[in-house]
């Protein structure tokens, strides 16, 4: 297989770009999709090539775009409707929400509603409170959706394809962090990459390119303690591993499983990792309280207890809104020194 660079904006426009090729029911609607390539360029080109009735910017009103997205999965068509930040989701919470998930149930199978909502999720680099929320913590816990975190510009298109090709509504979770991954300059995380899984697809692969969800990728395997992670804090995980093989006194070698997806879980796949090491740190860019480590943690719990040598530890965002100020927000984020912390304290190595 040839090998190439494609960053993790490009990842997502290529399996957009493939999936409307495919399906003429697919389109992509939000603001500044069109005319202005996208607000952070994930569009960049898309309206030259399918027009504006496919490629259609929006007011500024999620509660309308939204709503007339779910109308139009209802009546046939594929959706996938971009938020500029999850943030501003929050004014189509009934759309999205207390409707999307439910309308196959409460009519009787009558209609589906297979639309894609995407957007850039968390703290986004000194954006201030009202514009870095991390929402799985909230969306993951409403039955009849689906959520993808993808972490590398591979997972960005091949779970993006997935989510597309999907009969249910799928939340689409990216971060704006990430949108260049991929570009030359980046870490080089290839010694951790077992038979090329964290490479970009290849020149060979096809537009039929596909990652299921509900399955998790062992991305460093290991034998002395578990992180468990999503989306951007996949990278702080990685790190950690890195500095704690390295670290004096023999090193701890963990695991580090990128779930990729939270609705479905592949929590088959963590509590197995767990019986192997016996140790367990769950990282989550969620407020601790209700948050996404917590379902985790709480279903080793049930799945795996006899099995633990130490209780589950959570790294989560500080329980604080997020700070503006770079290093404020940079600490209030789970990042590599809270995980080594966690990862030491958990197997009685702090």
Request: aromatic content about 10%; hydrophobic content about 40%; overall charge negative.
């Amino acid at each position: 297989m040839s090998e190439r660079k494609i960053q993790y904006r490009e990842a997502l426009r290529e399996a957009m770009t493939e999936e409307m090729l495919r399906d003429e029911r697919i389109f992509l609607m939000g603001e500044e999709v069109a005319e202005y390539n996208g607000a952070y360029k994930v569009s960049q080109g898309m309206l030259e090539q399918f027009g504006p009735r496919r490629i259609v910017d929006s007011p500024i009103s999620e509660t309308g775009f939204a709503g007339l997205g779910i109308g139009a999965a209802m009546y046939g068509l594929r959706p996938i409707i971009e938020f500029m930040s999850w943030s501003f989701c929050l004014v189509a919470a009934d759309q999205i929400i207390n409707n999307a998930p439910k309308i196959l149930y409460m009519s009787g199978g009558q209609f589906g509603v297979p639309i894609v909502f995407r957007g850039n999720n968390g703290a986004g680099g000194q954006l201030g409170s009202t514009h870095s929320w991390s929402v799985e913590s909230m969306f993951s816990s409403v039955p009849g959706l689906k959520l993808a975190v993808p972490s590398t510009p591979r997972d960005a298109k091949g779970l993006l394809k997935t989510a597309i090709r999907d009969d249910d509504p799928v939340f689409y979770l990216e971060s704006e962090r990430m949108l260049g991954m991929g570009a030359r300059g980046d870490k080089d995380f290839s010694p951790y990459l077992s038979g090329g899984r964290w490479a970009p697809p290849s020149a060979e692969e096809d537009d039929d390119f596909t990652i299921p969800f509900g399955q998790a990728n062992v991305i460093n395997p290991g034998n002395d303690c578990t992180i468990v992670a999503a989306g951007r804090p996949v990278h702080f995980a990685l790190e950690a591993a890195e500095a704690l093989a390295e670290s004096s006194g023999g090193g701890i070698d963990c695991e580090v499983i990128d779930v990729r997806t939270y609705r479905p879980l592949d929590i088959d796949t963590i509590v197995a990792s767990v019986k192997k090491t016996s140790y367990c740190v769950v990282v989550d860019q969620s407020w601790p309280f209700a948050s996404v480590a917590s379902e985790v943690a709480a279903q080793i719990y049930e799945r795996a207890f006899d099995y633990l040598d130490n209780h589950v530890v959570r790294v989560n965002n500080d329980d604080v809104p997020p700070p503006y100020a770079r290093g404020l927000e940079q600490e209030m984020l789970p990042n590599t020194r809270k995980i080594t912390e966690a990862v030491r304290q958990v197997t009685y190595n702090a």
